[in-house]
């Protein structure tokens, strides 16, 4: 069956340090992640999402770019499959 329910997409890390955007919080856990082995992404179907993540922009002050210059929908909507249980991801991961 499928879930349907509100997406908390401004959710931030129970521990994130509060001086970095929202979207440089994700940026970190998908680090955590894929150097963990936690996530990964297969190369044969997923061609787009990898583009995506290589072409990633970043403003001036560092933060990823959310001015229509990459394609973050690709980034954003893999992000919003782990977001609601990024607090777990990360407790699992670095426990």
């Not at 994700?26 to 936690?38: A, K, P, T």
């Not at 403003?59 to 499959?81: C, E, L, M």
Request: aromatic share 10%.
């Amino acid at each position: 069956y499928i879930i349907v329910e509100p997406l908390p997409k401004m959710k931030r890390l129970r521990i994130a340090n509060k001086n970095k955007s929202i979207l440089q919080g994700r940026v970190d856990m998908n680090e955590i992640m894929f150097g963990s082995g936690y996530h990964t992404v297969d190369p044969v179907e997923c061609k787009q999402l990898i583009k995506a993540y290589r072409e990633r922009e970043y403003d001036k002050n560092g933060n990823p770019a959310d001015d229509g210059s990459s394609d973050v929908d690709s980034i954003d909507s893999s992000d919003y499959g782990w977001l609601k249980e990024m607090d777990f991801i990360y407790e699992t991961i670095m426990r």
